[in-house]
């Protein structure tokens, strides 16, 4: 039920469901002071969210930045979290989305030996049942490759961020009491909520950021101050979709 009234909410917050709103009562009301100002705001939230320069500076207050793996110390486990991979059934393989810097990056540092072990948290995130098992498949995948599958553990049952942080702590407590250091391996712009979900569980972590959007130093062209980009509005529901999910669980939980 939880997952569903959060795929409600997130469909709810995207500026295109506002677009659409705002288009549908520009069309249909029947008040002339209603259409102006639907038509008005369907303008602005296309001319806002589609204005790469403004989504870049609001990531920019967001995200948790990356930094280099020789900035960390060595730790015991690093914990990287799913909804890094789509599951392709015509292939029947895993199918790899952004977020799979995730776990190139837990990959390197376990060769760096900045990791004892690779812990990957997650069945997936999904309403329908879409073949998809994240941990358990990409456990397969990394034991093929040639990782020992003893350096591999695996949480095979959250599928949100909250379940993530409270399934994992009950893992490492439960049957790996032993392990003391714990890196979270997570997206730049998932980084914020994560870290958070986890100490609420009161699991001390230290955050290494993946696939950041945005660096320290900013660099803009000229085209992304004023050309309108449909990648940067679809982007912004991700921004958005963070940030209510962090409010709401420092609200809710």
Same mark, same amino acid.
């Given at each position: 039920?939880?997952?569903?009234?959060?795929?409600?909410?997130? =469909?709810?917050?995207?500026?295109?469901?506002?677009?659409?709103?705002?288009?549908?009562?520009?069309? =249909?009301?029947?008040?002339?002071?209603? %259409?102006?100002?639907?038509?008005?705001?369907?303008?602005?939230?296309?001319?806002?969210?589609?204005?790469?320069?403004?989504?870049?500076?609001?990531?920019? $207050?967001?995200?948790?930045?990356?930094? @280099?793996?020789?900035?960390?110390?060595?730790?015991?486990?690093?914990?990287?979290?799913?909804?890094?991979?789509?599951?392709?059934?015509?292939?029947?393989?895993?199918?790899?989305?952004?977020?799979?810097?995730?776990?190139?990056?837990?990959?390197?540092?376990?060769?760096?030996?900045?990791? %004892?072990?690779?812990?990957?948290?997650?069945? #997936?995130?999904?309403?329908?049942?879409?073949?998809?098992?994240?941990?358990?498949?990409?456990?397969?995948?990394?034991?093929?490759?040639?990782?020992?599958?003893?350096?591999?553990?695996?949480?095979?049952?959250?599928? @949100?961020? @909250?379940?993530?942080?409270?399934?994992?702590?009950?893992?490492?407590?439960?049957?790996?009491? #032993?392990?003391?250091?714990? $890196?979270?391996?997570?997206?730049?712009?998932?980084?914020?909520?994560?870290?958070?979900?986890?100490?609420?569980?009161?699991? @001390?972590?230290?955050? =290494?950021?993946?696939?950041?959007?945005?660096?320290?130093?900013?660099?803009?062209?000229?085209?992304?101050?004023?050309?309108?980009?449909?990648?940067?509005?679809?982007?912004?529901?991700?921004?958005?979709?963070?940030?209510?999910?962090?409010?709401?669980?420092? $609200?809710?939980?």
């Amino acid at each position: 039920m939880i997952l569903i009234l959060s795929k409600i909410v997130y =469909f709810l917050i995207t500026p295109l469901t506002w677009l659409i709103l705002a288009i549908l009562t520009w069309a =249909f009301a029947k008040k002339k002071k209603i %259409k102006q100002i639907s038509k008005v705001s369907a303008i602005v939230i296309i001319l806002f969210f589609s204005n790469t320069f403004i989504y870049k500076e609001a990531l920019r $207050l967001w995200e948790i930045p990356a930094i @280099n793996k020789s900035e960390i110390q060595k730790h015991d486990v690093g914990i990287v979290l799913g909804g890094m991979f789509e599951y392709d059934n015509d292939a029947d393989r895993l199918s790899i989305r952004r977020g799979g810097d995730r776990i190139w990056q837990a990959i390197d540092l376990y060769k760096a030996n900045k990791i %004892k072990k690779i812990c990957i948290v997650g069945k #997936h995130g999904n309403i329908i049942d879409k073949g998809l098992d994240e941990a358990v498949q990409l456990k397969t995948q990394l034991v093929e490759w040639g990782i020992p599958a003893i350096d591999i553990l695996i949480e095979t049952e959250s599928r @949100n961020t @909250n379940e993530n942080a409270k399934f994992t702590a009950a893992l490492f407590k439960q049957s790996y009491p #032993h392990f003391n250091s714990f $890196l979270l391996i997570t997206s730049a712009r998932h980084m914020k909520r994560a870290e958070a979900s986890f100490e609420k569980v009161e699991m @001390n972590v230290t955050p =290494f950021s993946t696939d950041q959007y945005v660096g320290k130093e900013r660099y803009y062209t000229w085209d992304e101050f004023i050309i309108p980009s449909s990648d940067t509005f679809n982007g912004w529901f991700g921004l958005i979709k963070e940030v209510v999910g962090y409010v709401g669980y420092g $609200l809710f939980s």
